[in-house]
């Protein structure tokens, strides 16, 4: 098989965006050889802590890993991701049947596939997933160990069960049995959380309280990365430290629907704010309507007919406002000039009866039906 089979797993990083991370592993301070494995091929994450001493750990990690990779779905999916670790537990079991290893050797594994707002895991052993958020630490992944069974049923407290004697015996590895019960389950992830898969190396000899300190104070995934493994070291590194950090940065998934709910409910709104303004300008317009219809002004027009019209005189907005024309009986000559200028600058008035009134006024000291009373007027240049 071609080496970038279309299967391949750098084939299917090349079209997906992921969180960011950091992956880390480190021998210790007193370990000669560092039997711990770790994957970071995003979607995928793991972290395998071997079994067995040398040529077996290491062997058996690296192993489950390399299965792992092989067989993990396309996309999160916890019971394809589950299927994947018992692929990698007969991996295991087929490499000491082959003479690979040692017969004996095992390995935990912690595996998580996080992509677009959900985080898929799969568990066998003590190493751990944890989720940081809201500055709140919590194991999300179940110890199956000796101890782990001895806090759980209330025997111990995991103060006591992270320095006990048989703190290193677990109930579940990968590379003893066929028949593999895999812990897998999904959960949703929220901008802004940190997830951590460690090895005990690392839990061991770093509590929790002071984990989450250090995650909280670091907020790059490879500083708090370092910072971790340096926590354990201090401590003693008494055990290989494995961590892997990815932090759910980008709004994808849960996030990105959130933000598209919110990006509609914006449409929403400017929609509203629209036909909010479309309303009031309609308003407007009909007040402005009904105000012009009231009204009425006095025309003269070139021939020197003269009309009162119900309306305001000209254009509002390329409309005009002129509702009614009434030609009336009176003429330019009948007028004096004084009132004829006025009248060729359309005054208006509060009503047509106004108008007429204010004609008939004109009218009444017209030099035409007065001219005993009235001197008449010099005609206009
Ligand atoms: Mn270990």
């Known amino acids: 098989m071609s080496p970038m089979s279309p299967m391949s797993p750098r084939r299917r990083l090349m079209h997906r965006r992921a969180y960011p991370f950091a992956a880390q592993t480190n021998v210790g301070r007193v370990r000669a050889l560092n039997e711990d494995s770790i994957l970071a091929l995003p979607p995928l994450h793991a972290v395998a802590d071997g079994l067995g ?16 990779r092989e067989a993990a779905p396309r996309d999160p999916d916890a019971t394809g991701l589950a299927q994947a670790v018992q692929a990698a ?4 079991l087929d490499a000491v049947a082959q003479g690979i290893g040692r017969e004996g050797m095992g390995t935990t594994m912690t595996a998580c596939m996080i992509e677009q707002g959900r985080a898929v895991l799969a568990q066998v052993g003590d190493s751990r997933a944890y989720l940081l ?3 709140q630490l919590t194991q999300i992944t179940e110890d199956h160990s000796v101890v782990g069974a001895l806090v759980r049923s209330g025997h111990i407290t995991v103060e006591e069960a992270r320095v006990h004697e048989r703190r290193s015996v677990i109930t579940r590895a990968l590379g003893t049995d066929p028949e593999l019960a895999v812990d897998s ?3 949703s992830v929220l901008r802004g959380d940190r997830l951590l898969l460690c090895s005990d190396g690392l839990t061991a000899m770093v509590d929790d309280a002071h984990i989450a300190e250090i995650l909280l104070a670091n907020v790059d995934p490879t500083r708090a990365a370092e910072r971790l493994i340096d926590a354990a070291n201090t401590a ?4 290989n430290i494995s961590v892997i950090v990815i932090d759910v940065t980008e709004e994808q998934g849960a996030q990105a629907r959130l933000h598209n709910h919110h990006r509609n409910r914006l449409w929403l709104y400017a929609a509203l704010w629209i036909v909010a303004a479309i309303l009031v300008c309609a308003g407007i317009w009909v007040g402005v309507q009904r105000y012009a219809e009231r009204q009425a002004y006095l ?4 021939a020197g007919h003269i009309y009162i019209c119900r309306g305001v005189p000209g254009k509002v907005l390329g409309k005009t406002l002129t509702f009614e024309t009434i030609e009336t009986s009176v003429t330019a000559e009948m007028l004096t000039s004084t009132d ?3 009248l060729r600058l359309s005054p208006t008035y509060d009503s047509v009866d106004d108008a007429r009134g204010a004609l008939d006024e004109m009218v009444a000291v017209s030099p035409m039906l007065n001219n005993n009373e009235t001197v008449p007027e010099q005609p206009v240049p």
């Open 236 to 239: 003693g590194g008494a055990d």
């Open 89 to 92: 537990n007969r991996a295991v």
């Open 133 to 135: 958020r809201n500055r």
């Open 185 to 187: 389950f999904e959960i």
């Open 53 to 68: 001493g040398h040529q077996a750990g290491e062997i058996a990690s690296a192993v489950a890993i390399d299965a792992l």
């Open 299 to 302: 025309r003269v027009d070139s």
């Open 340 to 342: 004829l200028t006025n």
